[in-house]
């Protein structure tokens, strides 16, 4: 997906091929990916001292992907599920009077709801942190968890919000005129974080 | 989708299936402890409604307010439509206040597309005379898709006052955009002049005989007898009709187990449908009810969240 200046990821979005091909370089292959998902899903269980009280949602698309597969990792290990779901944050946007309407995915909130819980927000790419401030205007609608913790697949830096995050798969060093497009099996057939453009 | 919404003609089968879809993402908020998401904060609608309404309007206020949008009612009575002025010295007055939009209910047909000729302003048309009324169109497929899934190729007849009518020619539209077989049902005298020009660019049966059409359905829509449209003369007894083109407790147990039974409300009880009718598992006037809002806030959200139309 792609991750044009300062709108947060989009949804579905189809890889550019036409522009983004030919200079696009991959920063991830298959096996960086699911090396960084299993040791987020670690980090996770570590600092949460086991699952207990914990709930992971993904923000759509590829979040939500991300978040399965996080919490498939934390049942191999724990041997006992971890509650997951999806937070669409569309309604909570603050760009959406500057863009054309797009459409609402569902929301998912797992039986136990997300009071007194900590909750895992799961993104593929964190940039500007606008996508991030609206998932946390969104959970406070559903509930009062006790903490809210982010894990992302990429973190690209330039951020226009104090926003970090506290699980990271790969810190990458971009230019603010590159792409960072992420790959996942579940939607494009394969497992690969790209970048491209930006004046080399 | 185009930016305003008068009649379901301007709105095409994507568009209809985004804002049922939209819709089921809005019914769970519905369910929630905090009720508001901050989408429309800043824009103003005004519900402008010169004919009486319970439901369509307090579901477009609250639909409203649940999106952070300012909504404010102006009734015809009680405005200053009653001490003379026009209808568009009204709204041009409103909007020279700076709303956003205009939900519309007027006596007279084509009422919304005047006004949204005369306005910058977003303008729904909430029922325009005999006309159109295009959100309970899309309620209605909401309630019976939620029911019975996708409604391509299921098989809807429309029942009882068609002349004075609205919700038929929204309905119409929409069940054959999406798909649906549909026929209409009435006594001759209550069967809009000039049907058989519409049914030959639409596509539907019409029908004088309730019983030989009810057992074939799967949703019977029955719509209200509106005395106060009437100028008398269309039927002779009120139990006649009722013996003719009610949904009575005989006619509901001729029904398939699967079919569902829909009412626009406000309903005559048992005028055009039976208690039982009315109250049965299979009815869906209450979820009519409930869906109301969820469309409506779709609607909203498509109409009034985004700079450009949807993609």
């Given amino acids: 997906m792609t991750h044009p200046e300062s709108v947060p990821p989009s949804e579905g979005s189809p890889t550019d091929q036409s522009e983004g091909d030919q200079s696009a370089r991959v920063v991830m292959s298959s096996g960086d990916v699911s090396r960084a998902l299993r040791r987020v899903a670690h980090e996770i269980l570590e600092r949460n001292k086991g699952s207990q009280d914990l709930v992971v949602l993904g923000i759509p698309t590829r979040g939500v992907a991300l978040a399965h597969r996080l919490v498939h990792v934390m049942a191999e290990v724990e041997g006992r599920d971890v509650p997951s779901g999806a937070l669409d944050i569309t309604m909570h946007r603050d760009d959406l009077r500057r863009n054309p309407i797009r459409a609402i995915e569902h929301t998912y909130i797992p039986a136990p709801g997300i009071d007194d819980k900590t909750v895992v927000l799961v993104d593929d790419v964190l940039f500007s942190g606008r996508t991030v401030r609206a998932a946390m205007d969104a959970l406070s609608d559903l509930g009062r968890p006790r903490a809210i913790r982010l894990a992302v697949l990429v973190d690209r830096g330039h951020r226009d919000l104090p926003i970090r995050a506290d699980y990271v798969g790969k810190n990458l060093p971009t230019s603010r005129s590159e792409r960072v497009q992420v790959c996942l099996a579940e939607h494009d057939g394969l497992d690969e974080v790209r970048i491209s453009g930006g004046d080399r | 989708m185009k930016r305003h919404l008068l009649s379901m003609n301007d709105l095409d089968r994507q568009d209809i299936l985004t804002i049922l879809d939209t819709a089921e993402s809005m019914h769970d908020v519905q369910h929630r402890e905090v009720k508001k998401l901050p989408t429309l904060r800043g ?269």
Avoid at chain 2, 73 to 101: C, F, H, P, Q, Y
Avoid at chain 2, 147 to 165: E, F, N, W
């Fill in chain 2, 43 to 311: 824009r103003t609608v005004v519900n402008l409604f010169f004919e009486d309404s319970t439901r369509t309007r307090s579901s477009f206020e609250i639909a409203g307010k649940w999106l952070s949008a300012d909504v404010i009612n102006i009734s015809g009575k009680g405005s200053s439509t009653s001490k003379g002025e026009s209808l568009r010295d009204t709204v041009r007055t409103v909007a020279a206040m700076g709303v956003d939009g205009f939900v519309i209910r007027h006596s007279a047909s084509g009422a919304a597309l005047q006004v949204s000729r005369w306005v910058d302003a977003v303008v729904i048309n909430a029922g325009d005379g005999l006309h159109e009324h295009p959100t309970q169109a899309l309620l209605d497929a909401y309630s019976m898709r939620q029911r019975l899934g996708d409604l391509q190729g299921l098989h809807v007849a429309i029942v009882g006052d068609l002349t004075h009518s609205r919700v038929l020619r929204s309905n119409l539209i929409c069940l054959k955009t999406l798909g649906a077989r549909v026929t209409v049902v009435a006594p001759p005298t209550l069967m809009p002049a000039g049907i058989e020009t519409w049914a030959a660019s639409e596509d539907f049966d019409t029908s004088y005989d309730l019983d030989a059409v009810l057992p074939a359905v799967d949703a019977v829509m029955m719509l209200r007898v509106q005395r106060e449209r009437m100028s008398g003369g269309f039927f002779p007894t009120e139990r006649e009709y009722t013996v003719g083109y009610g949904l009575t407790r005989e006619r509901l147990r001729s029904l398939q187990k699967h079919t569902v039974i829909c009412h626009p409300g406000p309903m005559n009880r048992g005028l055009e449908i039976a208690a039982d009718a009315a109250d049965a598992a299979q009815s869906l006037i209450l979820d009519q009810v409930s869906a109301g809002v969820a469309v409506r806030m779709s609607v909203l959200y498509h109409l009034f969240a985004g700079e450009g139309s949807l993609t």
